[in-house]
């Protein structure tokens, strides 16, 4: 402790001597996960530890201002879409270059794009890009890449759609329409993701597999005064109430995996609790799916009487508070969340009402599939008492994720998922990111993640229809079809919307910021952004 | 012995290749599937036809099974589904310290049962062996998770004395094979008192006894020795659970180990570091318990080289 | 009858014994001793804050994290996990002291095949299995009563055999066989009598080890499914809270510490009564 202290005195006394060199100090920080970095290549990464790696790592056309949703150009000076809502144009700045030291040109962007959806890649991310022309020949293995993007001038890059897509701007924002050099990626040879070469705001310096990962800022990075620190180290294979432990004696800064149920209380009633809790919204629903293909959950009166039956105030207690009972499919936070949307109140009366309409007056035998993560299953323990209290007996089989997605993509598998832990969170902030997989016919098939099996064709047209909308000024108008479309799925009540996680990370009392920027609705963690105080 | 050596290798070939067998097998039958896993979900059936069709998964059990061989036979474990990288890349990033870590750990639990476990046989029905005794059914007793963060917490938040987390000085090991020797020397306590009793009880001891050799030249010479052979056998099983589930211990320690990466592939359906992580430790259990058959006679000399 | 009553002379066995009796007879007798329904998640039973109930006043041990109460569980568990620990542990010691004895006994081709196969099961993931059998088969007490006989009969096989060989090679072996004796009597009363200590070491050990590999078989989907109460899984499912509520790891813990214990006293007093070198003697 004293040598600590000793430190201290003796940079503050740096400090005010050199007022200039104190700004370099002290701007490394360290970041801790339980699982290990598997890949920040950026047409392959995808769950939500890497992804705001990758989204530091490298640089993309759009991107979004610093804790919020809003859409900004960001490789692109400037972008003009046409009245058709058909073709897109792109201006790229001029003079920014990889980490490599070349200059990005427009070619690099087609073959980025080229690579997420070229299945030889084997990544994530193609079904994104599916209304851009010639998707379909390369989805399917052809040669030739998308005849859709061209590139006119080195700094001109025009997308040709089949369709009109009024999310593609936000496609245009995540992590697999990253710009990346295909010279680095051909020389790593299937090992890009770790050794990324790209433009953003920090460089891999060093990855020592299964321990560490550092980053370092990219000197070169094209806006000016960004990122705002130095460097931070990505610690691994950290267990969460460790990583607390040293975070509370100051090893640690940012605690990645959030605060476990079991430290939860003790550090929020903490003298330092609230300064160390960073606890925000964020784009989250967890539901339970009723297969609507799987007796008797056919029945819309069975649906909804289990509507009725869940207690999400217990629930949201059990979470320790760190959610809201949720109402609808959206989560509050997301454009087309109905604020006078009622839903399905708590009623055991109703419940049984509904039960007995349906010719199931003392219930019935079904299963709950939960994964075997805490709190998953103590949740899904909490969702089969109350389905007790109206007669329906629910075996719950907690599993691994892995065969749990597999149960739900089986047709006439698994009757009810608890979603938790493999909830949706949004990809991009907009409400049609709610609806293709999960709620739509095209996810109700064979491996598909519409686990209710959900598939109202009135609806996927309206859908349509509102994507279609892609000129900003009827932006108001499409949200407005979205939310209708989302209210009138949960008549039909294919899911029990439950709760509304919030996340919540932990950080050490040096580190300064808005809540907003630990907890980016777009990217978890915006490294870009975070400072030390 | 060259003859039965070269016998023995040829058999560990065969266990090895049995175990990939079934071990691809249960893979095959696990109803997850990797190209729907890989193509994420906002896939259409297109993409994860030709992702699977990349993957070689779309050809018959046995042809997968064939190219996975062929590949093993030059070295090659292919390539993690998951993060790209070639498995061996991943696998020999991690293995100096499951080695290290269980070196150490096995150390501390032969160090521990032993000295205990003669101390409680020479004092039997005293108390100083019914507290060795009660002691070592703690250890067994104790869940792994809970007594890791004991230790962490006294030891290293509390006084300080050991770093909290990490891989590479000596400092850093000194908790991780506490905790896995205090829990496991229970085992080798009960072996090494059990065995020894049955010769301290034999005829010829308590006649070597009543001619006066004394205490130390019969524990040494002529006790010890008898629970030698468990205790090896013990090592080489011991080997098998150090190579495959030590995840808790891992984790709780930040160790850099097998365990963590084995756990995370399962989670992910990553068949190829499933695979990977399998074969090595079937690897080193199968040299382990090899070594252990090979050694036993060279210690007991009445154990014929069959 | 003897047996029996050499065993009533020891105090440290009728200790065990009296643990083991009252282990079994709260078991058996779980739904008329237990104050509460042990799947009851009480609304009283958590905290405003959502946190268990510490022991005390109503709730005797306290309550776990989602309101239920901790004896209630630990009462019903006990039957989970007495079977789980007798059942699948003995299975397992059996099988390992039988495959163990054969093998060193015979030797030859026929011990090799046996040995190489229990080498073949060791060096295979039993992690693995568990998952695969999760998620093929509806998860039940006896399927994983087997997995775990199946997973730990090859530890004690291993040592059986090695243990074995050691003695086939004993002068008194030897004159058993030049004497002309079958295979089987040298086996029964000449063999297994020296290898009583080993399985007993672990029986008694294995039974604590047992019901803490229940837990982690349940938590992969493969054992006792919620809310169904195992000591394992009581444990398991709050052992991040140690810190926050102790008892609902220590409670848990000490009854499987105690049970294993008693188990071994009991195993002890039976082997100083059974075991050759000793009789007569005691």
């Not at chain 1, 925000?280 to 909804?304: C, S």
């Not at chain 2, 205090?182 to 005829?203: C, F, K, P």
């Not at chain 3, 399985?199 to 229940?214: D, K, P, S």
């Amino acid at each position: 402790m004293f040598k600590r202290w000793l430190l201290g005195t003796a940079m503050a006394t740096a400090a005010l001597l050199t007022p200039l060199a104190a700004s370099a100090e002290g701007k490394d920080i360290v970041v801790t996960y339980k699982d290990d970095i598997t890949t920040l290549d950026p047409q392959i990464g995808y769950d939500w530890v890497n992804w705001s790696m990758i989204k530091s790592l490298f640089s993309r056309l759009m991107d979004y201002e610093p804790g919020t949703a809003n859409l900004v150009p960001s490789l692109a000076e400037s972008f003009d879409v046409a009245p058709d809502g058909l073709t897109y144009t792109f201006k790229l700045h001029k003079g920014v270059k990889f980490s490599n030291g070349r200059e990005i040109v427009a070619s690099d962007v087609k073959y980025s794009i080229e690579r997420a959806v070229d299945p030889k890649t084997q990544g994530p991310g193609a079904g994104f890009f599916g209304a851009i022309d010639g998707f379909d020949d390369l989805a399917a293995g052809k040669d030739g890449g998308l005849k859709g993007i061209e590139t006119p001038d080195d700094s001109t890059v025009v997308f040709k759609l089949t369709r009109p897509d009024a999310t593609f701007l936000h496609v245009l924002a995540i992590n697999f329409a990253s710009v990346v050099p295909k010279e680095a990626v051909e020389a790593a040879g299937g090992d890009f993701g770790k050794k990324p070469v790209g433009s953003g705001t920090f460089l891999l310096k060093d990855w020592t597999i299964g321990q560490k990962l550092v980053f370092e800022r990219n000197p070169d990075y094209f806006v000016k005064d960004m990122p705002k620190i130095d460097s931070f180290t990505v610690e691994v294979g950290q267990e969460p109430l460790v990583a607390l432990l040293r975070l509370q004696k100051g090893e640690v800064d940012i605690a990645g995996d959030g605060i476990p149920p079991a430290k939860f209380l003790e550090i929020k009633n903490s003298p330092d609790g609230a300064q160390m809790i960073v606890d925000g919204e964020q784009l989250h629903t967890g539901y339970v799916t009723l297969n609507t293909k799987v007796k008797p959950f056919d029945d819309l009166k069975v649906r909804q009487a289990v509507n009725h039956a869940i207690n999400k105030e217990r629930i949201v207690r059990i979470l320790n508070g760190r959610a809201t009972p949720a109402k609808e499919i959206l989560p509050p936070l997301m454009p087309g969340y109905d604020n006078d949307y009622a839903g399905y109140d708590y009623s055991v009366e109703k419940a049984k009402a509904l039960l007995a309409e349906a010719g199931h007056p003392d219930g019935f035998e079904t299963v709950l599939y939960a994964t075997n993560t805490d709190p998953q299953p103590r949740i899904a323990q909490a969702i089969q008492q109350d389905l007790a209290a109206i007669g329906v007996k629910a075996e719950i089989r907690a599993l691994a994720q892995g065969n749990v997605i597999a149960a739900g993509g089986t047709e006439g598998e698994a009757p009810m998922i608890w979603s938790g832990g493999m909830a949706w969170i949004a990809d991009f902030p907009d409400p049609s990111n709610f609806y293709g997989p999960i709620l739509g016919c095209g996810g109700a098939v064979q491996g598909g993640w519409n686990w209710s099996w959900y598939c109202n064709a009135e609806l996927d047209e309206r859908a349509v229809a509102a994507d279609s909308m892609s000129d900003p000024a009827k932006g108001a108008e499409r949200i407005a079809a979205w939310k209708s479309i989302f209210t009138d799925a949960m008549k039909d009540a294919p899911w029990i919307p439950v709760t509304n996680e919030r996340r919540v990370v932990a950080k050490s009392l040096r580190m300064g910021g808005e809540n907003n920027i630990y907890i980016d609705p777009t990217r978890v963690i915006n490294y870009d952004a975070i400072f030390v105080k | 012995m060259v003859i039965l050596l070269c016998k023995r290798l040829a058999q560990a070939f065969l266990i090895l290749l049995g175990v990939a067998a079934i071990t691809f097998v249960l893979l095959y039958a696990l109803p997850a599937d990797p190209a729907r896993m890989i193509a994420g979900r906002s896939a259409t059936a297109q993409t994860v036809a030709s992702i699977r069709h990349e993957l070689g998964l779309d050809q018959p059990l046995l042809v997968q099974f064939w190219t996975y061989l062929t590949g093993l036979l030059q070295g090659d474990l292919g390539r993690s589904y998951a993060q790209k990288t070639e498995v061996w890349t991943l696998i020999a990033a991690r293995l100096p310290a499951t080695l290290t870590l269980m070196a150490a750990g096995i150390f501390v639990e032969v160090v521990l049962g032993i000295t205990f476990g003669t101390i409680a046989a020479v004092r039997r029905g005293s108390f100083v062996d019914r507290l060795v005794m009660t002691a070592s059914f703690v250890g067994v007793s104790a869940p792994q998770f809970v007594a890791a963060l004991l230790l962490l917490y006294v030891f290293a938040v509390t006084l300080g004395w050991f770093p909290m987390s990490g891989y590479g000085s000596f400092a850093h090991i000194v908790l991780p094979a506490l905790t896995l020797g205090i829990l496991g020397a229970g085992w080798y306590a009960r072996m090494v008192r059990s065995a020894m009793i049955e010769v301290l009880n034999q005829d010829y001891v308590r006649t070597a006894r009543a001619k006066g050799l004394s205490s130390r030249r019969i524990i040494f010479r002529h006790a010890l020795p008898n629970a030698i052979l468990p205790i090896i056998a013990m090592i080489g099983i011991d080997i098998g659970q150090f190579m495959g589930g030590v995840v808790v211990v891992e984790a709780v320690y930040g160790w850099p180990g097998i365990g963590q990466l084995a756990w995370q592939a399962i989670q992910q359906v990553d068949i190829p570091i499933i695979m990977g992580v399998t074969l090595t430790s079937a690897l080193a259990i199968v040299a382990g318990n090899l070594l252990a058959d090979l050694i036993a006679p060279v210690i007991d000399p009445r154990i014929r080289t069959s | 009858m003897t047996v029996l009553r050499s065993l009533f002379r020891q105090p440290s066995a009728l200790f065990g014994l009296a643990v083991v009796l009252v282990v079994v007879v709260l078991a058996l007798a779980a739904p008329l001793v237990a104050p509460f329904n042990p799947d009851e998640q009480m609304f009283d039973g958590l905290t405003l804050e959502g946190a268990p109930m510490p022991p005390g006043g109503q709730f005797l041990l306290g309550t776990d994290t989602l309101g239920r109460d901790l004896l209630s569980r630990m009462l019903y568990g006990a039957r989970t996990s007495l079977i789980i620990g007798l059942v699948a542990n003995g299975i397992a010691v059996a099988i390992g002291l039988f495959i163990g004895i054969v093998a060193g006994y015979l030797r030859g081709f026929m011990g090799n095949v046996l040995m190489r196969f229990t080498d073949l099961m060791m060096a295979f993931p039993a992690l693995l299995l568990a998952i695969v059998l999760a998620a093929l088969m509806k998860p039940s007490l006896w399927i994983v009563a087997m997995v775990i006989a199946l997973v730990n009969w090859v530890q004690v096989a291993r040592i059986v055999y090695t243990e074995t060989r050691g003695l086939v090679e004993r002068d008194f072996i030897m004159a058993e066989r030049s004497l002309g004796a079958g295979h089987g009597r040298i086996l029964l009363l000449h063999i297994l009598p020296h290898l009583i200590p080993t399985a007993i070491v672990w029986g008694t050990l294995g039974i604590a080890t047992t019901v803490l590999l229940e837990a982690t078989l349940s938590f992969l989907g493969i054992g006792v499914q919620p809310p169904q109460p195992s000591w394992g899984n009581i444990i398991f499912e709050s052992q991040s809270y140690f810190q926050a509520a102790p008892w609902l790891v220590f409670f848990p813990g000490m009854v499987i510490l105690l049970t294993a214990l008693a188990f071994n006293l009991v195993g002890d007093a039976l082997r100083d009564i059974l075991d050759p070198t000793q009789r007569g003697r005691g």
